[in-house]
Nanobody, 119 residues
Framework: QVQLVESGGGLAQPGGSLRLSCAASGIIFSRHVMAWYRQAPGKQRELVAVATTNGDRNYGDSVRGRFTISRDNAKNTVYLKMNSLQPEDTAVYYC?????????????WGQGTQVTVSS
């Protein structure tokens, strides 16, 4: 039974911060590439950040310098620290886990957590 459980979403003011967490179970966490995506109404799903199994960190252009992805393999958890939030960051945020052993398979997905940035 694979499960990705997200937490930390909610309402923030412009310029504020939020920290998202995604706890994974039922997988060998250390061999999965973890990523955060987001999707706003009427828009395509957008890659936000990636944490590979070998220490690389990658970010989408719109969040680079403001967001930080990190992972704790001992806790089977990936985080997304979001600073300097703007209304354009409003979206449903999803975490995903892709097994490097089966890279062409569909990744696992969390249920999504709403982030709303508004004054």
């Amino acid at each position: 039974q694979v499960q990705l459980v997200e937490s930390g979403g909610g309402l923030a003011q412009p310029g504020g911060s939020l920290r998202l967490s995604c706890a994974a179970s039922g997988i060998i966490f250390s061999r999965h590439v973890m990523a955060w995506y987001r999707q706003a109404p009427g828009k395509q799903r957008e890659l936000v950040a990636v944490a590979t199994t070998n220490g690389d960190r990658n970010y989408g252009d719109s969040v680079r310098g403001r967001f930080t992805i990190s992972r704790d393999n001992a806790k089977n958890t990936v985080y997304l620290k979001m600073n300097s939030l703007q209304p354009e960051d409003t979206a449903v945020y999803y975490c995903s886990a892709r097994d490097i052993v089966t890279p062409l398979m569909e990744p696992y997905w969390g249920q999504g957590t709403q982030v709303t940035v508004s004054s």
